[in-house]
C-alpha cells in the first residue's frame, strides 16, 4: 500500500512539474480598444476579446519571445505613464513615434504606417487640408485627446488662432460630434476613418492626408533588454511573413493602395 501511494505521490509531482514547466511568464500590453483595424473589441465564441492588428502582432511577438500575452485596458492618454512607472510591459495602441514621446519612453522599430485624414459631412465647406489653415476659417475640429491627431491640430491650427481643438476619450466619441454638429470635422487615422465612415451614412473623408506617420510599441527606458527582444522577435516574424499576413488580414493591399 506505502509503495502504490508512494508511486502516486510521484506522479502528482512530475505531473505538476510539468504544468509548471509549461506556464509561461506574462507580457503585459497596455491599449486603448477603440481604433479599428488596430485595437478594438469583438465577441469571439461569446467572449468580449480586443482583436486587430496591435493584438494579433503582440500575441505573435510575445508567442516567439516565450509570453502569454494579457492585454491591459486604459486611456490612449495613459499609456505613456502606465509604461514609464512599469504598470504595464510596453504599448501599442496604433502609437505614432513623435520626439515629444521619445523624451518619456523608447520605441521599437516600425511595424505599419499610418495617415492622418479628415472627416467631414457630405457638402462640408472643407474641401481640403488647406481649408483648416485659412485665415479666419474658426474650425471647430474633433480629435481623440492625446493622440497625434490632437497634437498635430493643437500646434497647427489652435496655436495659430486658426480655430479650437475639441477632445475626446476616443475616436467613436469625436465622430459623433461630428454627426451631431458640435466640431467641423475630425482628424483621425486612415484605417479607424474608413471603419467610422461606414458606420454613419453623411460622412467623407477628404482625399488629401494630413500627415504620414510611423507606427510603434513604447517601452520603458530602462527596459532595453525587453526593447530589444521585442525588435528581433518583429524582425523575424515579419521576413517570416507573419506580420504582413497580419496587416493585409486587416487592410487588404488593394484597399491600402486606394
Not at 477603440?34 to 485595437?39: A, D, G, K, S, V
Not at 497634437?151 to 491650427?157: A, M, P, R, V
Not at 525587453?226 to 493591399?253: C, M, R, S, V, W
Request: charge should be negative.
Amino acid at each position: 500500500m506505502k509503495k502504490i501511494f508512494a508511486f502516486v505521490l510521484a506522479a502528482l509531482f512530475c505531473l505538476s512539474g510539468i504544468a509548471f514547466a509549461e506556464a509561461k511568464p506574462e507580457l503585459h500590453m497596455g491599449t486603448n480598444a477603440n481604433f479599428p483595424p488596430y485595437e478594438y473589441h469583438e465577441y469571439v465564441d461569446d467572449v468580449d476579446m480586443v482583436v486587430g492588428i496591435d493584438a494579433e502582432i503582440a500575441a505573435a511577438v510575445a508567442e516567439y519571445m516565450g509570453y502569454d500575452l494579457v492585454i491591459d485596458e486604459m486611456e490612449f492618454g495613459a499609456l505613456i505613464t502606465a509604461v514609464s512607472t512599469g504598470k504595464i510591459d510596453f504599448a501599442m495602441a496604433g502609437m505614432t513615434v513623435t520626439d515629444e514621446r521619445k523624451e518619456s519612453v523608447n520605441f521599437s522599430d516600425t511595424y505599419a504606417t499610418g495617415i492622418q485624414v479628415i472627416i467631414v459631412k457630405e457638402g462640408s465647406a472643407i474641401t481640403s487640408v488647406d481649408d483648416l489653415f485659412a485665415e479666419g476659417a474658426n474650425t471647430i475640429v474633433g480629435v481623440q485627446e492625446s493622440t497625434t491627431g490632437d497634437l498635430y491640430c493643437t500646434w497647427d491650427i489652435e496655436d495659430e488662432g486658426l480655430g479650437t481643438v475639441d477632445r475626446y476619450k476616443n475616436g467613436a466619441d469625436a465622430v459623433q460630434a461630428l454627426v451631431t454638429g458640435k466640431v467641423d470635422c475630425v482628424v483621425i487615422d486612415n484605417e479607424p476613418a474608413k471603419a467610422f465612415v461606414a458606420a454613419n451614412t453623411g460622412l467623407v473623408i477628404l482625399d488629401t492626408e494630413y500627415a504620414v506617420e510611423d507606427y510603434a510599441a513604447a517601452f520603458a527606458k530602462e527596459n532595453t533588454e525587453l526593447l530589444d527582444k521585442f525588435n528581433e522577435a518583429l524582425k523575424a516574424l515579419t521576413e517570416d511573413g507573419t506580420i504582413p499576413a497580419i496587416i493585409e488580414k486587416y487592410i487588404p493591399a488593394e484597399e491600402a493602395a486606394e
